[in-house]
């Protein structure tokens, strides 16, 4: 943790694991109530990366960087000295850490960090980077959500299957324009309500916030923050598939037994989510953007083995995942 010079705000980065690399994470941006939780946001998610990048077979350990952010915006001038503070942070850490963007940042960020920092990922194509990751992201849960349908439903056509997407950032608004030209019956949630000119520009059926996750659908897919899992809402689930975009759905890794219990194929979110990380470490050993999107389909075939150890064990997805990361971690 360190005090910006210029901006005086605090910003984080949580280094997990390089025992496979050195460690690639976003840099995000949010409000948070206190430096506590930002803290403990950025462990959590600094892990989760690892077992993301472990369970993706690529030899990168797991990283992760959090700015503080009163009220969660900032007037552009404001924006430059939080964002410089925070590549002097990543500047700090000497290799250990490489940067990206992540929710609340952008390719252009990245490219402001640069200037005081070469541990940056994700720059833009006219600076010889892989751009915005949220693309081959959005690509990565299609993937995911197919292989979970083949699981759940013995087939992986979408076509007139019922999919609750929750939160249409930049990930999820691409996730429904991938499943609208695949022909799912959609519905969409987000807590901007101007959001909901994608839904009529795609036919999807609109869905307020507080009703999304009770949504009588064959999957829902959770693109928005996490923690939305938990011991009360999990009973009100009405579909047969989880599998969405967001970070740390579950609110602890009980609720991946209390899912099984009700019946509800859960996809675990850091298999799911890789493709941007995965486009990342493309980036890192020479870009090929049909490489990257031939590694990202690998997706569906990690979660077939952790469904297959899933079933064969009798644990959860979640158990299956976290084995699979152990092994490839070497413990």
């Known amino acids: 943790m360190r005090r910006g010079r210029r901006s005086g705000l605090y910003t984080f980065v949580g280094v997990h694991s390089t025992r496979r690399g050195q460690a690639v994470g976003g840099c995000r941006m949010w409000a948070y109530a206190d430096s506590r939780a930002a ?45 410089l503070d925070f590549a002097d942070t990543v500047a700090a850490l000497d ?47 299609e993937h995911a959500i197919r292989a979970s349908c083949q699981r759940a439903f013995g087939t992986s056509e979408l076509r007139g299957r019922s999919v609750c997407v929750i939160g249409l950032g930049h990930v ?19 807590v901007d309500p101007a959001k909901r000119r994608l839904a009529d520009q795609l036919g999807a059926r609109w869905v307020a916030p507080e009703t999304a996750l009770g949504a009588e659908v064959d999957v829902l897919s959770p693109c928005a923050l996490g923690g939305m899992l938990d011991d009360e809402t999990v009973p009100g689930l009405r579909c047969r598939v989880v599998a969405g975009a967001a970070n740390n759905q579950l609110a ?9 219990a009700q019946g509800v194929l859960w996809a ?49 997805p979640l158990a299956a995942a976290m084995e699979l990361a152990r092994r490839r971690l070497g413990g």
């Open 268 to 316: 675990p979110d850091f298999v799911v989510n890789a493709g941007g990380l995965i486009n990342i470490a493309v980036e890192l050993g020479g870009y090929d953007p049909a490489a990257a999107r031939k590694r990202v389909a690998g997706i569906a075939t990690t979660l077939q083995e952790i469904f297959d150890t899933s079933e064969r064990l009798n644990i959860t």
């Open 95 to 141: 290799g250990r850490y490489i940067t990206a963007e992540d929710v609340g940042t952008s390719s252009r960020d990245m490219s402001l960090i640069a200037q005081r920092t070469r541990y940056v990922a994700g720059l833009a194509r006219s600076r010889g980077g892989s751009g915005d990751p949220s693309p081959f992201t959005a690509l990565g849960v």
């Open 172 to 190: 999820g608004s691409r996730l429904v324009r991938r499943l609208a030209r695949a022909g799912a019956a959609l519905l969409v949630s987000d």
């Open 39 to 83: 803290l403990r946001d950025v462990l959590r998610l600094s892990r989760a990366m690892t077992y993301k990048a472990a369970a993706a077979d690529l030899p990168l350990g797991g990283g992760k960087g959090v700015i503080m952010v009163p009220g969660g915006r900032l007037p552009p001038s404001r924006r430059r000295e939080v964002l």
């Open 252 to 260: 602890d890794d009980a609720v991946a037994s209390l899912l099984s």
